[in-house]
């Protein structure tokens, strides 16, 4: 079996790191980005006082800007080949507030990130992928992407919907071609993305946090389960989603004897 390239965007931290860690320790190379230098050099030293230096590569990428995704792609070519696999991972959080009470700014960011950011690595991944004559793209959904919604989060939850739309539709156009689509689901992960919109509300957390710690769970518990889904797959228009209808049955069952706290141990990459 040959060894799989993996390219994550958004990989310096959080689920990203966690996925690039993963599908490290199942033997594949890896390149991690982000959009800061400095963070995607210190992650690289990190991920490499565990595995050999040769098996990973950092590239500083924004994925909103076209140019530097296709470097982003290039940069990997480059260095091992071939793309195997490519994961639209980067993207943005929001406090929770009405989408009128945002700053104009964090809109136009966020959905520069979670959308265009998404959208140009699927144009660049893919194309590259037909040339090459295979590879797997998938995209990174969230909360709001199987259309539930939430007050206070109607930016992040629009963006992550429109993803869906995204994946099963590039799915559809990609089939045939030997590359395929599809999207990962990693359910409530703790990570800043979840706990970030509650910063200076002690009170908003509090109300919170209970149900959070029936329904979130670690990185080092989601990432090696995704990797190992992705890795496995053949199938185009796959959805691999971590915390499903029964899980979370379960975990509400569960939740009078078993009391858990994902939160409490978190660590810097989390």
Not at 32 to 46: E, F, I, L, P, T
Not at 48 to 69: M, P, R, T, Y
Not at 86 to 94: F, S, T
């Amino acid at each position: 079996m040959s060894i799989k390239i993996v390219v994550i965007t958004g990989s310096t931290r959080g689920i990203g790191y966690g996925l690039a860690q993963a599908f490290l320790n199942l033997g594949c190379n890896v390149v991690v980005s982000g959009r800061d230098a400095a963070s995607v050099c210190k992650a690289v030293s990190q991920l490499s006082s565990n595995h050999a230096s040769d098996k990973i590569l950092g590239c500083a990428c924004d994925v909103s800007v076209f140019e530097q995704v296709q470097k982003l792609w290039d940069s990997a070519k480059e260095r091992f080949g071939t793309v195997d696999i490519w994961i639209n991972n980067a993207g943005l959080g929001q406090q929770t507030q009405m989408l009128w009470e945002l700053d104009a700014c964090l809109i136009e960011a966020l959905v520069k990130t979670n959308v265009l950011g998404v959208m140009n690595g699927a144009k660049v991944a893919i194309r590259g992928m037909m040339d090459q004559g295979h590879g797997a793209l998938y995209n990174m959904e969230g909360f709001g992407s199987d259309g539930r919604t939430m007050r206070g989060l109607t930016l992040y939850g629009a963006s992550k919907y429109g993803l869906a739309y995204l994946t099963d539709s590039l799915a559809k156009e990609v089939r045939g071609t030997g590359v395929i689509a599809g999207g990962l689901r990693p359910g409530m992960v703790v990570t800043d993305l979840i706990t970030k919109p509650f910063e200076g509300k002690p009170d908003e957390w509090k109300k919170v946090k209970a149900i959070f710690s029936i329904l979130a769970d670690r990185v080092e518990n989601v990432a090696p389960w995704l990797a190992k889904k992705v890795l496995a797959n053949r199938k185009n228009g796959a959805r691999f989603n971590y915390f499903g209808t029964g899980k979370m049955i379960c975990r509400f069952i569960t939740a009078l004897i078993i009391k858990r706290d994902p939160f409490k141990t978190a660590g810097e990459n989390i």
